[in-house]
């Protein structure tokens, strides 16, 4: 009797207690952004190096806990004379500040369904500042090839690049301050 009842406390104590890691599949995430051109047309692009990793003891997520780190010098827009200038002291300064990460402090989940409310702190180019964005839970399944559980996250928000310290010379109407963060992933159980 006492080993069966400490058997049920165990399953009990680990099922409730312990997160489990969920980390980015890189072939299958990407970490973007938007800013607005002359205030005529979206620009957009993307970080290529990042790892993201999601803890959670609850299925839904509903208490995930975010982290991520990306290299500033995999930005890519799809124009390498632009993608070099973005790397200079004009804009994310690169060599000054190679990385940039975001640590979550919070997540609230919005009305039904999967819908979520995330808080933490973006530190981008040498400065850390509270964000919020909104984050969608697409479901977990499992992926035929490795036989692992896969689960989708979908991360939009909106940062001012002001707020950062980034490309200060050049005013709103030629880049707008506004920037659009759009954040798709695919997470692994390792």
């Known amino acids: 009797m006492k080993k069966h009842m400490l058997s049920i406390l165990l399953t009990l104590f680990v099922s409730a207690g312990f997160a489990q890691s969920w980390k980015s599949d890189a072939a299958h995430s990407r970490l973007g952004f938007s800013v607005v051109h002359m205030s005529i047309s979206d620009i957009t692009g993307s970080f290529n190096k990042f790892d993201a990793t999601i803890d959670a003891t609850k299925p839904d997520f509903s208490d995930a806990k ?40 919070g997540i609230t989940k919005i009305g039904k369904g999967n819908r979520y409310r995330l808080t933490g702190y973006l530190t981008l180019h040498g400065v850390e500042k509270p964000v919020t964005m909104a984050m969608t839970y697409r479901g977990t399944t499992t992926n035929p090839q490795s036989k692992k559980k896969v689960a989708g996250f979908q991360v939009v928000g ?11 010379k050049f005013p709103s109407v030629m880049i707008s301050d506004n920037v659009t963060i759009k954040a798709d992933g695919e997470f692994m159980q390792p």
């Open 158 to 168: 909106v940062i001012r690049r002001s707020d950062f310290g980034i490309g200060n």
């Open 66 to 105: 975010v982290e991520l780190t990306a290299e500033i010098g995999s930005i890519n827009t799809g124009v390498e004379m632009r993608d070099n200038h973005l790397k200079t002291a004009d804009f994310f300064d690169a060599e000054k500040y190679p990385a940039m990460s975001f640590k979550s402090t």
